[in-house]
């Protein structure tokens, strides 16, 4: 993958300035909630678990600002002062996703509504409108105060904006925005009533106040309407961080910045998020009873590390169970370090959790911490200590060290904002599903994977998959064409370049310049299938989705059999452009990948690796994770070093249930 260098943009150090050669471990510390005795306690436990980074001030606002314009920062200087004295670095937040209650009590502008108009109010968090002119000056004037004090701070490491951007407003402040925002993307309602379609369903707007937010309507609003709003609200979300950003930068511009993505979140588009940040960071909360967990984490860290470019955050994990699932299990003995290692290997400089003390009251208090109810002796901390002193143990061997690979998935916001409009040919079809079935597919092929825009440069890639992108730009089908004409190997599912920017079906039902590159003369019409339906294809069965395709110059690699489409073309060739008209089931979709890629001259980091074993390459380093529930034994190919078991290993490597090895050659 393309890297970085250590400097980011405008001389900013990013995270190895940060890290300085070593990994970055801690969490989210929200001391508000205990006496200062249990700080000095909380020290000596950090101390003792290598802990070297906490994110203070997350959800501290109405501590920083308990009356309107008062401030006490008392304890937070303390705190600060605390943490430098004891060597712990300071991630410092911006306490601006959850207002306090008087704000909501004396500004009921700054309440964000939903669809139907209702508030959202106060008493739980991130109530706040992103378009709301008071919101906007209040959380500017705090973080203009905290990056005065502070900004200068020698505990301060990094500025965390807000914390998971993730809000919506449906409100009239909002509309006025949305209108702002509809004027900088059309310029004239004319040009807006052409991208959006008005001419159908009696829809043409003659003035702006007429235009608003996709509010409640009797039958589906029009999609177009709401692809602009969901790509209005990643924006105002992002000028909100922007103005924090802005100020934090002016105190300190050389602290790194960033603000916690939630994984595979379709709020935001984390492409044009992450150009906007000196250090992309993600918060990742696999459950540890699915079986497919671990590839859970693998697409997440994947994508963050190609959002970042090279080292990123893991700024929140959990080190036990989370509290917000209908059923929530701790992780099992060494799942918390297989997991978090497997973050490392696939990038991570920074391993961190919500939160280090498990709260006593609260929303969360069912949530672990590092440490947890049962204390210093209880399990999970035990684990989170051991944990601790071997990334201490391995970090300047690791921190800041790049992975290459040679495949990339492509995934894109638009598209997947686009791809699940209602009114769409089956509700079953969910495109972050796609991508979960697509990379799941290479990732038991052992094939490590980034993640790309598709206007990305791709030539440094032997292998691109397309999940599907619903939508596609004129300049990201050119990219595709252009990259297999350059000798990329190129394998695309369905439902892929339908609509142009504005969700406009291309002519034809697909675009000219794929049907063209994939050799289809005719897409006569979709089949989708229902939930659990299967459709027979030569050596396999597909599922979600089949087409009525009339090839053109193409090779039929397999056909449908049986049903309405027997013999038409189901998995299409044409030199290394692949198009694949269903889902296959997961063996098969890992069959066919693997071949291609087999043939595109990628091979897995191993051979002959156990099914539930993981292997990650880091610079010259080999991760070796065994997600299995029996011990394993892995084949190598030569003698290395494990720097975790600080042993020799020839030939074979033996793990232990959930076991991992990091080895340098
Ligand atoms: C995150 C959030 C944290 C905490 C955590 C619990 O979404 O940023 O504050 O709520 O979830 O899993």
């Known amino acids: 993958m393309r890297t970085t260098s250590a400097t980011g943009k405008n001389g900013r150090s990013g995270l190895a300035g940060v890290t300085r050669g070593r990994l970055l471990f801690g969490g989210d510390y929200n001391p508000e909630q205990w006496p200062e005795e249990t700080w000095h306690e909380d020290v000596r436990l950090m101390k003792e678990a290598c802990v070297?980074?906490?994110?203070?001030?997350?959800?501290?606002?109405?501590?920083?600002?308990?009356r309107p314009g008062e401030r006490d920062f008392g304890w937070l200087d303390r705190l600060m002062d605390l943490m430098h004295g004891n060597g712990i670095g300071v991630v410092l937040a911006t306490p601006t996703a959850s207002p306090p209650p008087w704000m909501g009590r004396l500004h009921p502008d700054t309440l964000p509504r939903d669809r139907d108009g209702r508030t959202e109010w106060w008493g739980g968090r991130q109530h706040f409108s992103h378009s709301s002119a008071t919101y906007r000056r209040y959380a500017a004037a705090l973080t203009e105060d905290l990056a005065a004090r502070y900004g200068g701070h020698p505990a301060l490491t990094m500025w965390h904006i807000n914390n998971e951007y993730c809000t919506y407003d449906w409100g009239d402040e909002a509309a006025v925005t949305f209108r702002r925002w509809l004027r900088d993307r059309y310029g004239t309602l004319d040009a807006l009533n052409t991208a959006w379609g008005t001419a159908f369903w009696s829809q043409g707007y003659g003035d702006w106040q007429e235009v608003l937010p996709p509010r409640r309507a009797h039958h589906l609003n029009n999609p177009t309407q709401v692809l602009d709003f969901k790509r209005y609200t990643s924006d105002l979300l992002l000028e909100c961080y922007a103005v924090e950003r802005d100020i934090v930068r002016r105190y300190s511009p050389d602290v790194p910045v960033t603000t916690n993505f939630m994984p595979m979140w379709a709020g935001q588009d984390a492409w044009r998020w992450a150009r906007e940040e000196d250090v992309v960071s993600v918060d990742l909360y696999p459950d540890p009873r699915d079986p497919f967990g671990a590839q859970e984490g693998a697409l997440v860290q994947d994508m963050t590390r190609s959002q970042a470019r090279g080292p990123w955050m893991l700024m929140e994990q959990a080190a036990g169970a989370v509290n917000w699932r209908d059923v929530n299990r701790p992780k099992p003995r060494g799942l918390n370090r297989l997991w978090s290692l497997q973050a490392v290997a696939r990038g991570a400089d920074a391993v961190c959790y919500f939160q280090w003390r498990q709260s006593r009251q609260g929303a969360e208090k069912f949530h672990s911490g590092m440490v947890g109810h049962a204390g210093e002796r209880g399990r999970t901390h035990q684990e989170v200590r051991r944990l601790g002193a071997e990334l201490a143990r391995i970090g300047p061997a690791v921190a800041g060290r790049h992975s290459a690979c040679e495949v990339a998935v492509l995934h894109e916001w638009n598209a997947w904002w686009a791809g699940t409009q209602d009114g769409r040919p089956s509700r079953e079809v969910d495109p972050a599903q796609l991508v979960r079935a697509w990379h799941r597919a290479l990732w038991e092929a052992h094939l490590t994977t980034d993640f790309a825009h598709p206007e990305h440069?791709?030539?440094?890639?032997?292998?691109?998959?397309?999940?599907?992108?619903?939508?596609l730009t004129d300049a990201a089908a050119d990219n595709l064409v252009a990259y297999v004409r350059g000798g990329g190997t190129l394998v695309c599912g369905f439902l892929t370049g339908i609509a142009d920017e504005d969700d406009r079906v291309r002519p034809g039902g697909m675009d000219a310049r794929l049907r063209d590159l994939f050799g289809i003369r005719v897409l006569?019409?979709?089949?989708?299938?229902?939930?659990?339906?299967?459709?027979?294809?030569?050596?396999?069965?597909?599922t979600l989705w089949s087409e009525e395709i009339e090839a053109g110059d193409a090779v039929a690699h397999a056909r449908y059999r049986g049903g309405?489409?027997?013999g038409l073309p189901a998995v299409l060739r044409r030199g290394r452009a692949w198009y694949v008209s269903t889902l296959p089931e997961p063996a098969a979709l890992r069959e066919l990948l693997a071949d291609v890629a087999a043939g595109a001259g990628v091979r897995p980091v191993l051979d002959g690796l156990p099914a539930q074993v993981e292997a990650?390459?880091?610079?010259?380093?080999?991760?070796?994770?065994?997600?299995?529930?029996?011990?394993?034994g892995v084949a190598l190919p030569g003698t290395y070093r494990d720097l975790l078991g600080d042993r020799t290993v020839t030939g074979r490597l033996e793990l232990p249930r959930h076991g991992a090895a990091v080895l340098a050659p």
């Open 457 to 471: 440069d791709l030539s440094g890639y032997r292998l691109v998959v397309v999940p599907q992108l619903y939508l």
């Open 524 to 542: 006569h019409e979709w089949w989708p299938l229902d939930a659990g339906e299967h459709i027979g294809c030569d050596g396999f069965r597909g």
């Open 616 to 632: 990650v390459r880091r610079g010259d380093l080999l991760f070796v994770l065994n997600h299995g529930r029996d011990p394993v």
């Open 564 to 566: 309405e489409l027997d």
């Open 52 to 66: 070297n980074s906490v994110t203070l001030g997350v959800f501290s606002w109405s501590r920083l600002e308990p």
